[in-house]
């Protein structure tokens, strides 16, 4: 598929792919694939394999935390983990102000501006991973090394 025939947020998100140097296609999923268990079942692959983009808000400011599909975000230790004050999930609303995508489609980037980023570790256990491509419909592969450079964000344990 072509840039053209994706959605205009998917298509910012393949504007950014390309940017960086990334050359994963963006795939449009027959049906939504807003959970790391739907998208994992529709791709055919693990769903520790699914890079969830979950927004948060922390010490005043929007984080986003690209987790395994195979984890819940322990928000405690992982504020502890990084020296923060306290980490709580974002609003729908501040997910959408902040990244221009609506839960259930966050990419790892094609946002307005870049987010402080925490990538986790166990990602690294996959040869490809899948993102989010901006809309609950897609998705596209990348590495982990992709996605800590896309992002620029800070690796950690995620759990």
Do not use: C
């Not at 055919?44 to 986003?64: C, M, Y």
């Not at 987790?67 to 997910?95: C, F, K, N």
């Amino acid at each position: 598929m072509t840039s053209e025939h994706l959605s205009p947020r998917s298509r910012l998100v393949h504007d950014a792919l390309r940017a960086a140097g990334i050359a994963g296609e963006i795939v449009v999923l027959p049906d939504a694939a807003s959970t790391a268990a739907l998208a994992a079942a529709a791709l055919g692959v693990e769903v520790g394999a699914i890079a969830n983009s979950l927004v948060f808000w922390s010490d005043g400011g929007p984080l986003l935390v690209m987790t395994s599909g195979a984890h819940r975000v322990d928000t405690a230790a992982l504020a502890a983990r990084l020296g923060r004050s306290s980490i709580v999930r974002a609003t729908p609303e501040q997910v959408r102000e902040v990244t221009g995508q609506a839960i259930g489609g966050v990419a790892p980037t094609g946002h307005p501006a870049p987010l402080p980023t925490v990538v986790d570790e166990a990602l690294a256990a996959f040869n490809e991973i899948w993102a989010a491509g901006g809309t609950p419909r897609t998705v596209f592969p990348l590495t982990y090394d992709e996605l800590v450079a896309l992002t620029g964000g800070t690796v950690a344990k995620v759990d």
